[in-house]
């Protein structure tokens, strides 16, 4: 009968969250160099690494930055982007909810979309692992994609200070976006939200910075949880 220790349960999380680095190193490193560009120096970007460690809302809120936007609408679109966090820690709570608060905090901190995905999964599929199992799945699992989150800022800040102001690189961002955005938009909810959302930015452009993106971000969620109410009554 095979046995599972804490060192096998770290390696398997560790093997779970290996196929994420092909996304995290390119990823973090563009964070590093958009940050540089906003006008971050290493200090500051390394900071906000360490600080939000929130890939999406990070670009966004350098995004707003470099836009000059107040800080509240920066604070706000920020927490509006990492609003899945909230279902993300409370599907993870049963299986992680009774461990000693500081354990607690730990993977609150670490929880991102990539962990969530692949422990949750996990969970799922053994249900008889112990808590310190988990934990220890959950922990391996972290280590390349968090470690590697920081070390490939740290060098995207590197190059991105390096880059000369003439090769500015402003375009980088709305691009990242896009890119992150796109294959997400996998039934008609998701696309109705997404032209939504870009129809209403773009008639509230006139409106103060940030302003209109939190109203078209509004607009999009309801677009597409009627579209998606409306789809699965057909059913």
């Known amino acids: 009968m095979p046995t599972t220790t804490m060192k096998s349960e770290f390696i398997r999380g560790m093997k779970g969250g290996a196929p994420f680095i092909l996304v995290i190193v390119p990823f973090s490193m563009l964070f590093g160099v958009v940050a540089t560009e906003a006008g971050l120096n290493l200090t500051q970007t390394m900071g906000f690494s360490f600080l939000v460690i929130a890939g999406a809302s990070q670009f966004a809120a350098v995004q707003l930055m470099t836009d000059n936007a107040p800080a509240f609408f920066i604070l706000a679109t920020s927490l509006a982007v990492n609003l899945r966090m909230a279902m993300y820690s409370a599907s993870i709570t049963p299986h992680l909810g009774d461990a000693p608060l500081w354990k607690r905090a730990i993977v609150a901190y670490f929880l991102v979309d990539q962990s969530y995905a692949v422990c949750a999964v996990e969970y799922e599929r053994r249900p008889d692992m112990t808590t310190a199992e988990r934990y220890a799945f959950y922990f391996g699992c972290i280590l390349p994609i968090c470690a590697l989150w920081y070390a490939m800022t740290f060098l995207g800040a590197v190059i991105g200070s390096s880059i000369p102001p003439e090769f500015a690189l402003d375009f980088a961002l709305p691009i990242t976006f ?58």
Request: charged share 10%.
């Open 178 to 235: 896009i890119a992150l955005f796109a294959p997400m938009l996998k039934t008609f909810a998701h696309v109705a939200a997404a032209l939504t959302s870009i129809v209403v930015a773009l008639a509230l452009s006139w409106m103060p910075v940030g302003t209109g993106l939190l109203v078209a971000a509004g607009c999009a969620m309801a677009v597409g949880a009627l579209v998606e109410t409306r789809m699965e009554a057909r059913k």
